[in-house]
């Protein structure tokens, strides 16, 4: 038995995730995976806003002092979550760190592509003691790859079935998996479906004056109404057209673009303009299924998005006779899949198991991913 820690602050920028997990065995496919701890801690507002400029701002000298604050924080984060579970860090392997994603630039015919993760490993191991696991997504984008989603990888190791299946995933971004039936030879199909809860959090953000952060229960959106127009404005993008696989993220459903569209549409009342980006999400999640090589029988959501019973309730319409589900009925976490990915993560690389899915990313070979920091 090993203990790995994994840690994951996503497009959402909630704050930074944390789960202690328990393999059993070398191999690549554990032989019993044992969650033990797994905790959240939401970022301050103030910090939150940091990220946000940074990601849309720069410059040079506030990425390099927000890398090494990440670090502190992800580093606070994971001494939390080992002092609640009793555990010392001298018995934790390895951790894995996503860090905060700044900016990923997919791959294109014309470009390479590039991706940029902050919150400094080594300052981590300081903190910690532990042996760090960090830049994930680098070696696959080398390999010509995505670079995301890489927790597809770890859908397909914790949550094939014995039917075709689905995990949604509707964080900032939202992104699926599809797996085959366990035992079939028929490739699994995962990527990025567009916007999550981004554009609809970024919204209510503006139109409240900060005084929300988010659509509590779906509230704004279930009191408005769609308007086919500004909805269009979103469905055209040309990103929606594109076969898997593919990613994508706050660089390309910015919030300019956001500001764009909320000036443009300045007339409707914000519950309108809240209504119509729920149902942007939901329409764009339900039609990606188009991409699915696979015949699912049941669909488990995750993330924050799968909290918004207007987005759900609509997704379900859109997607039936499919039953959407929730990912605890698998036996895990929804909140704490993604660390756990990473905890995963770290574990192969440790053991030198190539962890990039190609039918997800769609790199040039198999490779093990991430870069160690000894403690």
């Known amino acids: 038995m090993s203990i790995y820690l994994g840690l994951m602050s996503g497009t959402s920028l909630d704050g930074v995730d944390v789960a202690a997990v328990s393999f059993e065995g070398d191999e690549e496919r554990p032989r019993a995976v044992e969650p033990l701890m797994f905790r959240s801690s939401p970022y301050d507002p103030s910090f939150r806003d940091r990220i946000r400029r940074a990601i849309a701002e720069g410059p040079a000298s506030s990425l390099c002092d927000l890398d090494f604050d990440l670090g502190r924080v992800f580093g606070a984060a994971a001494l939390e979550t080992l002092a609640a579970a009793g555990l010392a860090p001298s018995g ?83 992104n699926l998996t599809a797996l085959p039936a366990r035992g079939s030879d028929r490739s699994p199909v995962a990527f990025d479906t567009g916007p999550g809860v981004a554009l609809i959090d970024g919204a209510v953000r503006r ?99 799968a909290r918004n019973p207007t987005l759900v309730d609509r997704l379900a319409t859109l997607v039936s006779p499919l039953p959407l589900g929730d990912l605890a009925a698998l036996g895990v976490d929804p909140d704490a899949r993604e660390a756990i990915a990473f905890a995963l993560l770290a574990r192969q690389h440790t053991l030198g198991i190539s962890a990039n899915a190609l039918w997800a990313t769609g790199a040039s070979g198999l490779r093990v991913l991430g870069s160690r920091v000894r403690a």
């Open 92 to 174: 934790v392997r390895a951790l894995g760190s996503h860090g905060q994603t700044i900016w990923h630039q997919p791959p294109e015919p014309a470009r390479p592509g590039s991706t940029l993760q902050l919150g400094n490993p080594s300052v981590i191991a300081e903190m910690t003691g532990i042996e760090v696991v960090s830049n994930f997504r680098d070696r696959d984008v080398a390999a010509g790859g995505q670079g995301a989603p890489l927790t597809a990888y770890t859908d397909a190791i914790l949550f094939a079935g014995t039917e075709d299946r689905v995990i949604q995933n509707i964080g900032g971004m939202a």
């Open 207 to 305: 139109l409240t004056a900060g005084a929300m952060d988010y659509d509590v229960d779906g509230r704004l959106a279930a009191s408005g109404r769609v308007h086919a127009g500004a909805l269009e404005d979103w469905m055209s993008d040309p990103y929606f057209a594109v076969p898997p696989p593919k990613s994508t993220g706050r660089e390309y459903f910015s919030e300019t673009r956001l500001a764009h569209w909320l000036d443009d549409h300045g007339s409707l009342p914000a519950a309108d303009l809240v209504a119509t980006l729920t149902e942007f999400t939901a329409r764009t999640i339900a039609e990606s299924f188009r991409w699915l090589t696979l015949d699912p029988t049941s669909c488990f959501l995750c993330g924050g998005g």
